[in-house]
C-alpha cells in the first residue's frame, strides 16, 4: 500500500484494461528533491531562529577549469543558494601541486563558518595527484560528499548514525523510501561497485536489511542476476544495458546512468538514456526512474541535505556546549 506521499509522488503513466499489464509507476527525482530542498529551507530558518546570524556553510574545492565541473558546481551553488546556505566556489588553477590542494583542504577543515567540503572530481590537475589522498584529509564531520575512508569504513559496518553518506546512493534510498516499498528482507542487486555509486549503494540496501547481490564488469550472466531482483539499482555507466526483459515482474528499478547516445532527431545531435532501457522496463517494472529526471536532480538534494545536517550538529553541540 503506497503511503499518501508516495502517491503524490510517483506518477501512474497509464492505467491498464482488458487484463493487460499497467506501465510502471514513475518515481520522479524532480519532485522529490523539491521537497527535500523545501524542508532544508525550513531548516535553515528554525536555525537562524535557534542562533541568529548562523548560516550552513559549504565550499567546494575546484582545481581545474572542466566544462562538465563547471556546470555541476553552478547548479551546486544554486541549490545553495536557493536553500540559505552560504556556499563558496574556491578555485585552484590546474598547475596546483598536490602539497597545495591539501593546504586548501586543511585550511576549510579549521575555518568553523564551514560545515560541509567537497572536493570537486575529478581533479583537472597537470600533474598527477592522488585523489583518494586528497579525499581523506577533508575532517570526515565536514565530508557532505561521504567519500572520506573514515565515512566509506562506517557505512561499511552500517554504524549509519554516525556517518555522512554519499549523495548519489543516499538519494535513491530517498526515491525508494517514496515508493513506500520496504526494503527489509527484499533480494536488491546493484550494478557497479565504484566508491561514489555502487559500493555504498551495496551498503546502504544491506543495512536497510535487503539481502544483497553486488554486481559488476566480471559478473557472469547479469541478466540471471538481474531476474531475482525486487530492488534493482543500475549504475553501470552502459548506455540501456538492463533490458526489460531481464526484469522480474514490479521490480523497483532505480536507474542512476547517465550516458549520451547518438540522436539525429534532436538539435544537439544527442540524447541522454539511462543503465536501463526505459522502454521496455517501463512494460515489466512496478517502479521506476526516469533519465532525466530520476536519481539526477536528487544527488545535490542530499548533498544539501548532508551539509544542513552537519551544520545542525555543530550547532547543537555549540548550544550544548554553553
Ligand atoms: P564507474 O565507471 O566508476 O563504475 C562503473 C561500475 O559498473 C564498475 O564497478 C563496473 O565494474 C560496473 N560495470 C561496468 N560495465 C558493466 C557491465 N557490463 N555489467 C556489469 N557491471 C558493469 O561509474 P560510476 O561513477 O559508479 O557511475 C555509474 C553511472 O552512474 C554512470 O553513468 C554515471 O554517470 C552515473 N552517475 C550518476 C550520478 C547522478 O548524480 N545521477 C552520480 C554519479 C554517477
Known amino acids: 500500500m503506497l503511503s499518501l506521499a508516495a502517491r503524490l509522488l510517483c506518477l501512474r503513466v497509464s492505467g491498464c484494461c482488458g487484463g493487460s499489464r499497467s506501465m510502471a509507476t ?30 550552513p556553510g559549504l565550499v567546494v574545492l575546484q582545481v ?6 563547471n556546470l555541476y558546481i553552478s547548479s ?33 577543515n579549521q575555518n568553523p563558518a564551514v560545515h560541509g567540503l567537497i572536493v570537486q572530481l575529478p581533479l583537472d590537475a597537470a600533474e598527477p595527484i592522488d585523489t583518494q589522498n586528497v579525499i581523506d584529509a577533508i575532517a570526515p564531520a565536514k565530508d557532505v560528499d561521504g567519500l572520506t575512508s573514515v565515512n566509506a569504513g562506517r557505512l561499511s559496518r552500517g554504524e549509519l548514525a554516525g556517518c555522512l553518506l554519499p549523495c548519489t546512493p543516499s538519494g535513491c534510498m530517498e526515491l525508494i523510501r517514496q515508493t513506500g516499498v520496504s526494503v527489509a528482507g527484499k533480494h536488491a542487486v546493484v550494478i557497479g561497485r565504484s566508491k561514489i555509486v555502487g559500493a555504498p549503494m551495496r ?61 539525429e532527431t534532436k538539435p544537439s545531435g544527442k540524447r541522454l538514456v539511462g543503465d536501463v532501457h ?45
Not at 26 to 35: A, E, P
Not at 80 to 86: F, L, P, V
Open 76 to 108: 551546486k551553488m544554486r541549490a545553495a543558494a536557493e536553500i540559505g546556505i552560504d556556499a563558496r566556489h574556491v578555485r585552484l588553477p590546474r598547475s596546483a601541486t598536490e602539497a597545495e590542494v591539501l593546504r586548501s583542504v586543511q585550511a576549510v
Open 26 to 55: 514513475v518515481v520522479s527525482g524532480n519532485k522529490t528533491s523539491k521537497l527535500v530542498r523545501e524542508r532544508l529551507q525550513g531548516d535553515v530558518l528554525r536555525m537562524q531562529v535557534q542562533a541568529p546570524g548562523f548560516r
Open 278 to 322: 526505459y522502454a521496455s522496463a517501463n512494460q515489466r517494472a512496478g517502479y521506476i526512474t526516469p533519465v532525466p529526471g530520476g536519481v539526477g536532480p536528487m544527488t545535490v538534494a542530499m548533498l544539501m541535505e548532508n551539509t544542513v545536517q552537519s551544520a545542525w550538529r555543530v550547532l547543537q553541540q555549540s548550544q550544548a556546549g554553553r
Open 203 to 263: 551498503d546502504l540496501l544491506l543495512w536497510s536489511h535487503a539481502t544483497v547481490t553486488s554486481c559488476h564488469s566480471r559478473t557472469h550472466d547479469l541478466p540471471e542476476q538481474v531476474s531475482r531482483a525486487d530492488i534493482l539499482v543500475a549504475a553501470a555507466g552502459k548506455a540501456e544495458l538492463v533490458r526489460g526483459e531481464w526484469l522480474k515482474e514490479g521490480a523497483l528499478v532505480i536507474d542512476c546512468g547517465i550516458n549520451h547516445v547518438a540522436d
Open 64 to 69: 581545474g577549469d572542466r566544462d562538465d565541473s
